[in-house]
Nanobody, 114 residues
C-alpha cells in the first residue's frame, strides 16, 4: 500500500525554523522526483521544492535561499529544512512525486506568527 506521511510542522515565530519529514512506503523515492508542496487557506496547492534522483534540486522563488530539500534513500524519506520563516509560509505542507503522483498524505500544518 502506497502511503506518504508528513510530519514536523508546528507553530513558530517569524524568523524561526522547522524541519519537515516525509516518510514513504510502497514506493521507492530514490527513483522518483520528489517534491514538497503547500496549500494555504483559499489558495491552490503550489510546489515549493523538488529533488531528483541524482540530487538535483529546484525551488520556488518565494523560498529560494531559505528552504532546503533533501532525501535519505536508506530511510525512504524526504525532508524540508525551512529557515527564516515568514507569515506567508503558513500552509499545510505535503510531499509527493512530481511526475507520477500517488495518493496525497494528510500533510503537516505550518503556522508562522508574525
Amino acid at each position: 500500500q502506497v502511503q506518504l506521511v508528513e510530519s514536523g510542522g508546528g507553530l513558530v515565530q517569524a524568523g524561526g525554523s522547522l524541519r519537515l519529514s516525509c516518510a514513504a512506503s510502497g514506493i521507492m523515492i530514490r527513483i522518483r522526483i520528489m517534491g514538497w508542496y503547500r496549500q494555504a487557506p483559499g489558495k491552490q496547492r503550489e510546489l515549493v521544492a523538488s529533488i531528483a534522483s541524482d540530487g538535483w534540486t529546484n525551488y520556488a522563488d518565494s523560498v529560494k535561499g531559505r528552504f532546503t530539500i533533501s532525501r535519505d534513500n536508506a530511510k525512504n524519506s524526504v525532508y524540508l529544512q525551512m529557515n527564516s520563516l515568514k507569515s506567508e509560509d503558513t500552509a499545510v505542507y505535503y510531499c509527493n512525486d512530481l511526475s507520477r503522483p500517488v495518493s496525497w498524505g494528510q500533510g503537516t500544518q505550518v503556522t508562522v506568527n508574525s
